[in-house]
């Protein structure tokens, strides 16, 4: 099988800032498309014993995913980008409209005849200097390569006594050329090996650092708090999903099925696998993990637990009709029997987070990825700020400060507030060591009921009754998603205040670090139905 999926519209629009390009190192031009995508498949299945009750079943695939719209519409050229308002119009189009005149430069657009001149033209505004656009400019569309996905499988299939079936699978999956929200004009990092201490304890510090370096001499090396293309005229974070990603996932899941007999069928099975990647938030990341790598340069330390893995998962799911009974008559057979029961049960372990420090703990202008320090002799549940270790400038002698000095030259370290915690939130200059996605949220458990029955009214013609409980059990569900509370017309700020309250939940400096209760906690439900059908 041969696959072409071409870019979206609007990725030739980049070709527009083609004035901001560099040479080599970002070519605003039109992105390539990919056209290499063959598809090879293949699979078998075998009969044992020959008994028709047993069989072993297999293959391998190659599968390309599609890329989200999203990436280019937030990697347009800034004259995509700008929002147009009057007094842009009147100061930086080529041809001003109508309603500019005897306008002043560093006054309000004359409002007379706003409406009656045609209102804001559609024309965007483009900066033609090489200047000014390398300055706007904040995105780039990379070319495309469709995310591969390999995927391989072997399972057992067995009968057993007509009514029940047995089945065990193992599936391995590995992923290639996902995408990886990548910064293209960073800060330039602290170097490898230069690094402030930060101490689990007050105990741990020295009372005299004289000679230690301090937080200024680390930061004070070449390009230090510069960005890497600054030298170019770039300003911005300049926003890539560059196709650099990976994945691996190895499972094995085991399954019994009862099949439909005297009205009642069962099934359920259990999973355990393993998911690994180097970026599984690219989009909306940000909260609870992080949205891009802490070190572009080091993707291979991004390879950790997926956002997506769920090592543990067991599901049921019934469903059970009442019979007629011989013993009651036709009319009370018709009430009581033919109500159908259903449900589902899933367990299932809680989603992989990242504790995230909230400082630019690597000054590379960026604190949205930046881990935690691990302390192995403390509490997981428990996770601290950091405080300053500040050195005399004259005697050379420490002490401990919730407040950071104007001169950077004092600061000599970091020191946990509560020595007690294994998660450290520590600050500019000095190290991590945490993985990605370490802990993890209260896990799912969760049972919904259904209770269903069909009345017939007449001829081709029925009316069901249905009730459906939701969380019928009325657990607490602890969920990361969207709270049903709002409405989609308060969708963006309702994410914005989401991102931030879920941040509050991975942040070990927060009062509500691993605190459930930030999360939306689901009640039961109850959907009470009539439907005719006709």
Excluded at 4 to 31: H, K, M, W
Excluded at 222 to 251: C, E, K, P, W
Excluded at 275 to 288: Q, W
Excluded at 381 to 399: A, E, H, K, W, Y
């Amino acid at each position: 099988r041969y696959e072409f999926t071409g870019n979206p519209r609007d990725a030739s629009l980049q070709a527009d800032n083609q004035v901001a390009s560099i040479p080599g190192i970002l070519d605003f031009r039109t992105p390539r498309s990919d056209k290499n995508n063959l598809a090879p498949k293949f699979g078998f299945a075998y009969d044992v014993l020959g008994d028709g009750k047993t069989s072993v079943r297999g293959g391998f695939g190659m599968n390309y995913d599609m890329l989200v719209g999203d990436y280019t519409r937030l990697s347009l050229p800034p004259q995509f980008q700008q929002v147009l308002t009057p007094a842009l119009a009147c100061t930086e189009l080529d041809t001003s409209p109508n309603f500019c005149r005897n306008h002043s430069p560093v006054g309000p657009p004359n409002a007379r005849g706003f409406l009656v001149s045609g209102g804001l033209p559609s024309t965007s505004i483009s900066p033609v200097t090489v200047k000014k656009s390398r300055a706007a400019t904040s995105g780039f569309i990379p070319d495309t390569v469709s995310p591969t996905v390999y995927s391989w499988s072997v399972g057992v299939q067995r009968e057993v006594h007509d009514k029940w079936l047995l089945e065990a699978f193992y599936l391995g999956t590995r992923g290639q050329h996902l995408p990886v929200q990548n910064n293209r004009n960073p800060g330039v990092a602290v170097p490898s090996g230069q690094h402030l201490p930060t101490y689990f304890s007050a105990s741990e510090i020295p009372s005299n650092a004289s000679g230690a370096p301090s937080l200024a001499d680390i930061l004070n090396y070449d390009g230090s708090g510069q960005r890497v293309l600054g030298s170019y005229g770039f300003t911005n974070d300049i926003i890539a999903y560059d196709l650099m990603g990976s994945s691996r996932n190895h499972g094995g899941s085991v399954f019994m099925q009862r099949r439909t007999s005297q009205g009642l069928f069962l099934r359920g099975g259990y999973t355990y696998s393993r998911a690994l990647d180097n970026s599984s938030e690219a989009l909306y990341g940000g909260a609870t993990g992080p949205t891009r790598p802490e070190d572009i340069y080091n993707l291979q330390n991004e390879m950790g637990t997926s956002a997506l893995n769920r090592p543990h998962h067991f599901s049921l799911y019934w469903t059970y009709e009442l019979p007629r009974f011989a013993v009651l008559p036709a009319p009370v057979n018709d009430v009581l029997a033919g109500w159908q029961f259903s449900g589902t049960f899933l367990l299932e372990s809680g989603q992989p987070i990242t504790p995230l420090s909230g400082y630019d703990v690597n000054n590379n202008l960026d604190a949205s990825s930046d881990r935690v320090l691990v302390n192995p002799n403390g509490y997981a549940s428990l996770g601290t700020d950091t405080n300053f270790v500040i050195r005399d400038p004259q005697t050379g002698s420490t002490s401990i400060s919730s407040v950071a000095p104007a001169d950077s030259s004092q600061i000599v370290g970091y020191v946990a507030v509560n020595p007690d915690a294994k998660w450290v939130a520590t600050r500019s200059g000095a190290q991590t060591n945490s993985a990605r996605n370490v802990l993890l949220t209260p896990r799912v458990n969760n049972w919904n009921v259904g209770v269903f029955k069909k009345f017939v009214v007449g001829e081709n013609k029925y009316l069901q009754f249905r009730a459906e409980f939701i969380n019928a059990f009325n657990h607490p569900q602890y969920s990361l998603g969207t709270n049903p509370k709002y409405s989609w017309g308060t969708l963006t700020e309702t994410l914005e205040s989401l991102k931030a309250q879920y941040s509050s939940y991975a942040n070990p400096s927060s009062a509500n670090f691993l605190n459930s209760a930030v999360m939306n906690s689901m009640g039961r439900v109850l959907q009470v139905g009539v439907r005719l059908t006709f």
